[in-house]
């Protein structure tokens, strides 16, 4: 047993646990309250349990929940970007991958590439497991915005159009689940949730 | 596609939010609030990922993520069960139980049949996957109540020797956890934080 390296494994857990302080703009279902990114993230394991058999393409489960465990990590140092602020999307990218180098760097070197390499996966969207990870992180919130009446929609003004750019994520990995987005998208446009 | 297999599913995900409003007795770790059990699923992800090298025996990493994604779903209906409270423990596998039959049973047969396994198996401790899950949902909140100072074992009077015989499930899946599961509370009741 290296006493170091299982050292650093408990700091990183212990720093994980910040995620739960990360609060997102979107809001629990029956819109009580924000949600934070680490419940969003146990979520996402469920949704995709649930409707993983809608995915277009086979892909490993497995790699799928390792993926979405870690996707939303180096919030932890970079906190949420809200996807509909073009801003905040701007600088993101250059923002999280210097946290990614941070958080990722408190493993030790091996444990902390494959953790690496998950969350670029999940980033790029260029296999059958980020795709459909990506389709459920856009479709979830989806839901649970549909669900609590467009309450972040309505805060900050969000439009039927930029939901449907934004769910182009959902098309990409799930047909079935991007009819399904579309109908909520036209439901809330036609009952004035989205502008 | 089954419409209604679908409409079952969504619901599902749904009901399932509400376990971002079961709170737990422990705090986060650094003591600023209590727990839910969404965001507590989530963390023992992260547990499994980064400790699984300290298992005692051999396990399927898929299947206990899948297990500890469902561990605690039943609460949304039975809510949270302070493991040092004799009254409530006592009448918790019965409220489990009927709470598992409703919740499982908003899926379709197949999916409800598969969710209700792996739950069973976690509860029953028979199995390398459901020792080793069962460890690491002990050593995570032991090692937040650590960092917390305590904060709630000292509001519930919980003693040193109550938490040593609850974290025998540490015991029973990993040694290497256990060895630090000791150091905590040993330490933690030589400063006082244990009676």
């Not at 086979?58 to 949420?80: I, Q, T, Y």
């Not at 809200?82 to 701007?90: E, G, K, M, N, S």
């Not at 467009?150 to 439009?159: M, P, Y």
């Amino acid at each position: 047993m290296n006493e170091e390296r299982l050292r650093s494994q408990i700091h990183f857990l212990l720093r994980m646990d910040h995620l739960k302080h990360v609060v997102r703009r979107n809001y629990l279902s029956d819109g009580s309250r924000r949600e934070n990114s680490a419940e969003h993230s146990w979520h996402l394991m469920m949704a995709v349990l649930v409707l993983g058999e809608y995915a277009d393409e086979a892909f490993d489960l497995p790699r799928v929940m390792k993926m979405l465990s870690v996707h939303d990590v180096v919030e932890v140092e970079a906190g949420d970007t809200y996807c509909y602020d073009p801003q905040a999307v701007a600088g993101q990218e250059q923002r999280e991958r210097a946290a990614a180098d941070r958080i990722f760097g408190l493993l030790a070197e091996d444990q902390g590439e494959q953790f690496r390499a998950l969350w670029e996966e999940f980033e790029a969207h260029q296999t059958p497991e980020s795709r459909f990870a990506n389709a459920v992180d856009c479709f979830l919130p989806l839901l649970q915005n549909y669900s609590s009446r467009g309450r972040s929609w309505q805060e900050n003004g969000v439009s039927a159009s930029q939901v449907r750019e934004r769910n182009e994520r959902v098309h990409q990995g799930s047909e079935t689940l991007w009819r399904e987005a579309v109908n909520f998208i036209e439901d809330a446009f036609s009952r004035g949730l989205l502008s």
